[in-house]
């Protein structure tokens, strides 16, 4: 019987890192990334007018079971934390939402960011491999850039972001 359930969950392992996510015709391939408990697949896709995009997390979780994380965007890994951080930037600017993968958990946290203007271009980077995800952030109105800015966003059971000025 043992035998016959790894045989099964061999299979729903392949069956899970086989998916693709992303528009049928899009260009999609796949990477591996090492974090200190477990490595990850980034399953990516190319996006019309924007920058290629990882669009799932495939993992086996601590106990063998595969994993299937939905996520959309940019990667920034924590390998220290066992976090990877998205923002969604594309050629005209960037979403106002993150996203974190907290692998651990097997969770995805969102948080918004409070951008008033039109149009933005994010950046983001892991604060001294913690668990606090520094956005800075480009802005334009009519054309015209603002002031750069920056939120700190701490990652706990939940995401909470601030502006850090």
């Not at 990877?84 to 969102?110: M, N, S, W």
């Not at 009519?142 to 601030?162: M, T």
């Amino acid at each position: 019987m043992q035998l016959l359930v790894f045989f099964i969950l061999l299979f729903c392992s392949s069956l899970v890192s086989a998916q693709e996510c992303g528009e049928p015709s899009a260009k999609h391939w796949r990477t591996g990334v090492k974090l200190d408990t477990v490595q990850v697949t980034l399953h990516w896709t190319t996006v019309y007018e924007g920058i290629d995009t990882v669009c799932a997390i495939t993992y086996n979780t601590s106990r063998g079971k595969p994993q299937v994380l939905e996520v959309y965007g940019q990667p920034e890994v924590n390998t220290k934390q066992d976090l990877l951080g998205f923002v969604t930037c594309a050629d005209d600017g960037c979403e106002k939402q993150i996203q974190i993968a907290d692998i651990a958990r097997g969770v995805v946290l969102k948080a918004n960011l409070s951008i008033t203007a039109h149009q933005s271009y994010l950046k983001a980077k892991w604060k001294d491999n913690n668990r606090e995800l520094l956005i800075d952030v480009k802005s334009f109105s009519n054309g015209k850039a603002l002031s750069p800015s920056r939120f700190l966003c701490a990652v706990s059971d939940s995401v909470q972001c601030a502006r850090a000025f």
